[in-house]
């Protein structure tokens, strides 16, 4: 157990649709990573804050965004789902920014 | 730009036979360097890391890792396999500065034969 959570495990939604991943990172670590699993991408640096401040940003579609809360906890919001946006969502927490915990990821299926 | 190769998609081995896994990257710098598994529908296990200092590096589950500057390779072994092993295996690389994120190679899927 990496100490990050992820909510939900599993999610299916329709095109069109907008949904939200929460991600919760090891307690008193700033910095959260989003990643995407695809098959045809692979494993993806998607973006990443650092104590509520978006620090960098990876191969992010302009319909996902995401966000870094006061307690530390982030969201990452898609919209306008298409069928290529179904993937496995990563996030990773880091304290001393030299290694990420990975959370047990959220799975999303648009039909 | 920076990359990671896995120049092997799949990859079977009998069990109890030895095992390598290739992973190189293409850096500016040294680059921290990471292993992990993945089991079906499951998330990342780390097997290993390496920051700097002593380049062989040993793991969880009986891997290990060899850093070879001159090479750009870090790549993973093991030196009997078991059935339990059979997962996809990811090598990582970060930026040993700024944002720290990771650059995964495309996996190497490995399969044991009993």
């Known amino acids: 157990d990496s100490g990050v959570t992820q909510t939900p495990k599993h999610l299916i939604t329709a095109t069109g649709q907008r949904v939200t991943l929460r991600c919760s990172p090891r307690?008193?670590?700033?910095?959260v990573y989003w990643y995407q699993q695809s098959l045809d991408q692979g494993l993806q640096f998607l973006i990443q804050y650092y104590n509520g401040e978006e620090r960098a940003k990876g191969n992010i579609l302009e319909r996902f965004s995401a966000q870094q809360f006061p307690d530390l906890h982030s969201e990452l919001n898609l919209s306008s789902l298409e069928l290529g946006d179904s993937a496995l969502y990563f996030c990773?927490?880091?304290?001393?920014?030299?290694?990420?915990?990975f959370g047990p990821g959220t799975r999303l299926t648009v039909l | 730009a920076q990359s990671v190769t896995q120049p092997d998609i799949h990859i079977t081995v009998s069990e109890g036979a030895s095992l390598e896994l290739r992973c190189n990257y293409s850096?500016?710098?040294?680059?921290?360097l990471f292993w992990y598994v993945q089991s079906p529908g499951q998330g990342l296990q780390l097997l290993l890391k390496y920051f700097s200092g002593d380049t062989l590096v040993q793991g969880i589950k009986g891997f290990e890792a060899e850093f070879k500057r001159s090479q750009s390779s870090f790549n993973l072994r093991k030196p009997s396999v078991h059935w339990s092993d059979a997962a996809e295996y990811f090598c990582?690389?970060?930026?040993?500065?700024?944002?720290?994120?990771?650059?995964f190679g495309t996996g190497t899927r490995l399969k044991v034969l009993a």
């Open positions: 307690s008193g670590d700033l910095s």
């Open positions: 850096y500016g710098a040294t680059p921290y």
């Open positions: 990773a927490s880091s304290g001393d920014a030299r290694e990420q915990f």
């Open positions: 990582a690389v970060a930026r040993p500065s700024g944002t720290y994120k990771y650059i």
